[in-house]
């Protein structure tokens, strides 16, 4: 679990989990200024002598308490001095306290809101007589008994800048309504049961930084976005239909855009290029089709893409179109039905952590300037058509042990010479035997000298005419290789 929107900075983690390589994006939040005069970003730790809670929002925030199951609440008899965390106010030059603030949910052990009593929580109307309110936070908190969020959060209109519901079991459509808080940075629907479209009224949301929607059951396109300043944009495993929308152009700033596991269509628009700040694209588990848009590589920021599980129908890695991502340090495009070489100039890509090619059509030599990726740890080429000599020397493939899947590519080979022997007993040559023509020392090694556009060379010709043979034991190691797979 992590917590990542603590105003006045919003750290993000983006984490993607069978890599154990976070991103940190710390985003510094500029602030929107006061509404109330001479006001502390944060009133909780500002102790005026004097000050006392307004009483009209104090009684509406014993109802919001009693409605959670925090009834002690009422017991206390100031509310902004009675100093309970998940309570933030600020004073006005009148020495008036109004409630900024309210949180509910068991966050971490640092940060213990108050609970809500799952079976009976609701959200109480009385939060609209909290008009200084910026940010609502509910996490866990109706679970078991599921209710739609209220259309009245509307009604907290352009003050309210955070609002979270997380995981509170939410059932029914996104309303409408929440198209009216227009001042709203950060929007948290995250594992509810939502259904229903996202509402078009949404484009009214133009301050928004982070939208996180996912893992709901949300149906419909994604609606036109008009957000200059969002940065996330995460509505991961829904079941949104439809393209990616061009108006993605109408969001330069996004750091993140999650958009996998949805039934998404159609090619990955070119407009995802004026996306020149994108660390993160996830598109994976979708129906999109190709070619891979040229587009791609103008993303000079991207560190991670993301495109497994993909139709995608026969697309080639042509032309150069990612020799500018050069903070690129995982390309996941597995299952995509890729065909053709792997380019060469792949392996020219500074940043290169992880690989996963496979299970696709791939054909011709592993390029040898993968030799070139120093922080290479996880290279998968598993369930391809690739032939000639593994360029790796033993040192690479005992430092990536499991991390180097190479099976289920019947014209592959290695050679001896190239320091991997037999007694090397590692997995990952599983299923791959010496190379025919390295046997004997009259025949020059047949090195991959493929220049990526598929035309055949003498080289290449002479690298499909290996013969490689899979010894019995062998065998029983790839089987044993594919199985994991499928675990994993
Ligand atoms: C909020 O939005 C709805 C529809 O989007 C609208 O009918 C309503 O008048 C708006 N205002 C308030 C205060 O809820
Ligand atoms: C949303 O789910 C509710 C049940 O929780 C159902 O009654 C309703 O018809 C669904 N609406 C849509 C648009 O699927
Ligand atoms: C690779 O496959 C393509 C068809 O997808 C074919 O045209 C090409 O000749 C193949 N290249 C090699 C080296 O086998
Ligand atoms: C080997 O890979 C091909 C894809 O190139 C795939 O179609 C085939 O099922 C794989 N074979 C096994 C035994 O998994």
Not at 77 to 82: I, S
Not at 157 to 184: D, K, M
Request: aromatic share 6%.
């Amino acid at each position: 679990m992590m917590f990542f929107f603590s105003f006045p900075t919003l750290v993000v983690v983006l984490v993607w989990l069978p890599i154990v390589m976070p991103f940190t994006i710390i985003l510094t939040d500029s602030g929107t200024p006061s509404a109330l005069v001479d006001a502390p970003q944060t009133g909780f730790s500002m102790n005026k002598n004097g000050a006392r809670t307004n009483p009209r929002e104090q009684a509406a925030v014993y109802e919001i308490m009693k409605a959670t199951g925090n009834g002690w609440a009422t017991d206390i008899p100031d509310v902004c001095r009675g100093r309970w965390h998940g309570i933030e106010c600020m004073p006005d030059k009148d020495e008036v306290y109004h409630v900024v603030s309210l949180s509910f949910g068991a966050l971490s052990d640092d940060t213990a809101f108050p609970t809500c009593d799952q079976k009976r929580s609701f959200i109480s109307p009385a939060i609209t007589k909290l008009p200084h309110l910026r940010t609502l936070f509910f996490y866990r908190c109706f679970s078991y008994n599921p209710q739609p969020i209220p259309t009245f959060l509307g009604q907290l209109g352009p003050t309210l800048q955070t609002l979270v519901l997380r995981e509170n079991g939410h059932v029914g459509p996104i309303p409408t309504e929440l198209g009216n808080l227009t001042s709203l940075k950060v929007l948290d629907l995250h594992k509810n049961k939502l259904n229903g479209s996202i509402p078009v009224s949404f484009k009214r949301l133009t301050h928004l930084k982070s939208m996180d929607l996912s893992v709901n059951r949300l149906t419909g396109q994604i609606p036109g976005l008009n957000n200059p300043g969002l940065s996330i944009l995460d509505l991961n495993q829904n079941l949104l239909t439809g393209y990616i929308p061009p108006s993605i152009a109408n969001c330069p700033s996004l750091l993140k855009m999650d958009l996998s596991r949805n039934h998404l269509s159609g090619p990955i628009p070119d407009e995802i290029g004026y996306l020149r700040n994108l660390v993160l694209l996830d598109l994976s588990y979708n129906q999109l089709l190709g070619p891979l848009p040229s587009a791609l590589g103008k993303l000079g920021a991207l560190q991670a893409l993301i495109l497994k599980g993909n139709p995608m129908d026969s697309t080639m890695i042509t032309g150069n179109w990612f020799d500018g991502l050069k903070d690129l340090m995982i390309l996941i495009l597995s299952d995509t039905s890729l065909h053709g070489p792997i380019p060469e100039s792949l392996g020219l890509l500074p940043s290169l952590r992880v690989i996963h090619l496979d299970r696709n059509k791939l054909n011709g030599s592993i390029p040898t300037s993968f030799l070139e990726l120093k922080g290479l740890s996880e290279l998968r080429l598993n369930d391809n058509q690739l032939t000639g000599q593994v360029p790796f020397v033993r040192e690479t493939v005992w430092k990536m042990g499991q991390k180097l899947r190479l099976y289920n590519n019947t014209g592959l080979c290695y050679d001896p010479q190239n320091g991997l022997d037999d007694d090397i007993d590692s997995l990952v040559i599983s299923g791959i035997s010496y190379c025919e023509t390295s046997r004997s020392t009259s025949i020059p090694t047949t090195m991959h000298l493929s220049n990526g556009l598929g035309h055949k060379s003498i080289f290449e010709w002479r690298s499909s005419a290996q013969i490689c043979s899979t010894s019995i034991g062998l065998q029983v190691l790839l089987l044993m290789m594919l199985l994991l797979g499928n675990l994993m």
